[in-house]
């Protein structure tokens, strides 16, 4: 199969290879009602001009779980998927800003759909920093 570039994927430095596929794993993701209802009841939230971040500490370990939710308010389901790609990509680059165990939940808001995925990756970022700042303590 050859790419549009003209180079096959696995010849391409910045593609990676079929078997070495960086993912967003179960483990890291949040996806029961009653772990989002927890969230939003018991945590706390971070404000960005694109975004909002909730998140919860949790007292057992296990690393942290990321969830996404996107209503109806940002658009058509083609707009909601983009701007859920364009989210779970910059979430599965800068997973690695939370070391410690917590349930975050990321809300865009309707401008996110304007915003290059630079900016949106930037914002992402930023919020994860803030949050782990604010579970580790000062």
């Known amino acids: 199969m050859v790419s549009v570039s003209g180079l096959r994927p696995e010849s391409r430095p910045d593609v990676p290879s079929p078997g070495k596929r960086m993912k967003f794993p179960r483990s890291l993701r949040l996806n029961r009602r009653g772990d989002f209802e927890k969230v939003y009841k018991h945590g706390r939230r ?3 001009a694109h975004l909002t971040v909730f998140y919860l500490d949790r007292e057992r370990g296990g690393g942290p779980r990321i969830g996404l939710r996107v209503g109806r308010v940002l ?4 707009e909601r998927n983009r ?3 364009r989210l779970r990509e910059a979430l599965r680059l800068h997973r690695s800003e939370l070391s410690s165990a917590v349930d975050v939940i990321v809300h865009p808001k309707k401008s996110a759909l304007k915003v290059d995925f630079a900016g949106l990756e930037k914002e992402i970022q930023r919020a994860l920093e803030a949050v782990e700042r604010a579970v580790t303590g000062p």
Request: glycine residues 10%.
């Open 46 to 48: 971070h404000f960005a």
């Open 75 to 78: 658009g058509a389901a083609v």
């Open 83 to 85: 701007i859920k790609r």
